[in-house]
């Protein structure tokens, strides 16, 4: 079945290429290092007796933050080397900055072709490969398994369309090539640990951690002082409301803006923080402001903004969970029509923050579900629910202050993710040493 794979990936790979040049001509940042993506990646040193070489793959930002503990933990003990991959641009930038000096290698992952996949796969030989949340590549496995190298997906999430396709008696095919004997599974949640099952993956090698997102908060950048610093810094005053668009897509601004302008001919003083989920669509989102008449300020003009706005677009990565202490309520982009698969609530959430998603959250089903039951999230069915949604919020302190208190109750019955997912890797390390 490799071989039907090797063969039908490079045919493929021709037909979506011009998609994805696109894609990534807009996103920019690919072209660094990007001879890493067809396996020119160095030639490291050689293993160090007594050490284990782990392989960390991390698609991008979210899935990078979500390891933050984790990788701290792992990269605080002196017989473990970690080499780190991944895909997008900004996640291999925040992987550099973060960790650059401390890790053993880091750079793009390869493309899941045999040339360049082996290629990679001499140069690192890793005794242990780790990949977070929902990351199947074949040709991966397929070199891990060659080698008898362990693999672990931790945070481990199959998505609405992932696993019905892999439930497809079409693709039944490819189960052998992406859930090989060398596999094991720690799943984000007790739903996602079903789904496994549900695809006949072996009981007795599926774990569940609860999701990584939960500690990947830096509770130390919370603070009262933090607020009244940035909502200075943003032009807010105390006596403003603020509402926030978090992790934005096209159209969604308009909503907000929308918004913000009926409230304020009700005499209500609010102020619009965007933070679009792609930086570079800043001319995009000026351009709507522009036409909207909206006052605004963009953070890469200066940080300071001027009193006067009504708007601040935060075009700049990074900086989410101490620009969001501004607000007093907010939105999470992604989930109106057309888009879909919604984006993490859990940052804003551990800020205690009232927030509103629309209907398309399909990525977050079980932290929305569960979110839902505990009254610290309000869903719309619709563009229009989901408006109405966000405006009962700016009219009734009392839901905010309700729900405020909701999201910190169900902050509190998580747990500890990354130190049951911790265990479980120095179990298999301790195993590796010993064999």
Known sequence: MIWLYRLLLPLLGILALPYYAYRMIRRGGYSSKFSYRVGSWPSLPPKKEGTTRLWIQAVSVGELSSLAKLL?????????????????????????????????????????????????????????????????????????????????????????????????????????????????????????????????????????????????????????????????????????????GISTWPGEEKMLIDLVQSLRLEKISIKLLIIPRHAERRQEIQKVLQTSGVPHHLRTDQKQGPSDSIAYLADTTGEVMTLLQAADFAFMGKSLPPHHGGQNPIEPVALRLPLVMGPNHQNFRETCSDLLANQALLVGENATETHSLLLKLARQPDLRDSMQNNCEEWMQKQGTPSEFTLSYLNKVISKLAHS
């Open 72 to 244: 701290d933990a792992l990269l605080s003990d002196p017989a473990i080397e970690i080499v780190l991959s991944g895909t997008t641009s900004t996640g291999l930038k925040m992987a550099s900055q973060k960790y650059g000096s401390r890790l053993l290698a880091h750079g793009p992952f390869p493309l899941d072709w045999l040339p360049f996949s082996r290629k990679v796969w001499k140069k690192v030989q890793p005794d242990l490969v780790v990949l977070v949340d929902s990351e199947l590549w074949p040709e991966h496995f397929q070199q891990a398994k060659k080698r008898k190298v362990p693999i672990i997906i931790i945070n481990a999430r199959l998505s609405d369309r992932t696993f019905a396709r892999l439930s497809s008696p079409f693709l039944k095919w490819t189960h052998p090539l992406i859930f090989p004997p060398n596999l094991s599974v720690i799943a984000a949640s007790e739903r996602q640990h079903a789904r496994w099952i549900n695809l006949n993956f072996p009981s007795d090698r599926v774990q569940i951690s609860g999701n990584l997102k939960i500690d990947a908060v830096d509770r130390s950048l919370i603070s009262p002082q933090t607020r009244t610093n940035i909502r200075k810094e943003l032009g807010f005053s105390e006596e403003n409301l603020v509402v926030a």
